[in-house]
């Protein structure tokens, strides 16, 4: 199969194969198998721990009398759930990214992004454990459309949603094609973390624990501002926009086209979520000085539970 000239792989044979993957194309195909089995994990998960821990917590007095939990219950109840199983997502792709970069350099020096890149698609090795975090982010972001839009509960930014998981799902995907790997790595950690107390303090939320809410929601507030409003743009989006063409285009005489605009273009629609996103997040933590109550307003109904 030809490629397009931008796209060109001057590896030998000019095969399509994707040198930086073991598997090539099979990779791809493991991401779509993977993007099968999600559903069926949480379902299986939502069934065996999520949902009696949610009844648990968010029903602790409907077992003490004979009347069933309402539809507002029942509805923090799916939440909850919700909560839990992305939280374990999140935890695992986040202990993943870490365990497969924590000797890189490029954690704090940005220009090894884009060292021993002498072509594009960049022709430097990638680790089995980044391949394998790959894959695993491409399947599940894959059905995270469908999910969002036919399994979980419909908040106010569902359209922000929706547009930052096709976009995710673009990058991921075009990254591995160009193996932009390593900076793709990193952005799985800038988000894949603060992801984790978010999800936590929602959970605490839906089981009325207000103290910990708090506490959690403090801890995501401080992340959130340190990774997507921080490290994000200084770190990778200056990466992205200056280092890389820089760094390939003019050392090695490589047009950077149409990577780069299609990779900052991407990368800036998810930073403009995230400016998005920070509007909402201050709204929540002026309530919470104001009323000492954390809410997510991401609900259709800021105060339907």
Not at 35 to 58: G, I, N, Q, S
Not at 287 to 300: N, V
Request: aromatic residues 16%; hydrophobic residues 45%.
């Amino acid at each position: 199969m030809k490629l397009p000239a931008y796209l060109n792989i001057n590896y030998p044979n000019d095969e399509w194969n994707w040198h930086f993957l073991d598997g090539g194309v099979g990779d791809v195909a493991f991401a779509g198998v993977l993007a099968c089995l999600y559903p069926v994990l949480r379902f299986v998960l939502d069934t065996v721990v999520f949902k009696p821990a949610a009844e648990y917590f968010v029903l602790p007095n409907t077992k003490k009398s004979d009347e069933p939990p309402t539809p507002q219950q029942r509805l923090t109840v799916f939440k909850f759930q919700e909560s839990a199983w992305k939280a374990v997502i999140y935890v695992s792709f986040a202990a993943l990214a870490m365990l497969a970069s924590y000797n890189e350099r490029f954690l704090t020096d940005r220009h090894y992004f884009w060292k021993g890149c002498k072509g594009l698609p960049c022709n430097y090795n990638v680790s089995k454990l980044i391949r394998l975090l790959y894959c695993l982010e491409l399947g599940f972001y894959a059905q995270a459309i469908p999910v969002l839009l036919f399994w979980e509960v419909r908040r106010k930014d569902f359209w922000a949603n929706l547009g930052h998981h096709l976009a995710t799902l673009i990058l991921i995907g075009y990254s591995f094609l160009v193996n932009f790997t390593k900076v793709g790595t990193m952005v799985f950690l800038v988000h894949d973390v603060n992801d984790i107390f978010m999800e936590m303090a929602k959970m605490t939320r839906y089981a009325g624990k207000n103290t910990a809410t708090t506490a959690l929601f403090v801890l995501f507030v401080i992340s959130w501002f340190t990774t997507r409003i921080t490290i994000f743009p200084v770190h990778v989006l200056r990466s992205t926009l200056f280092d890389a063409s820089e760094m390939i285009g003019k050392k090695y005489g490589i047009s950077p086209h149409p990577h780069w605009e299609i990779f900052n273009g991407f990368l800036f629609f998810l930073f403009g979520l995230h400016i998005y996103w920070s509007y909402l997040i201050l709204r929540i933590a002026l309530r919470q000085l104001r009323e000492g109550k954390t809410d997510d307003i991401r609900e259709e109904d800021d105060d339907s539970d």
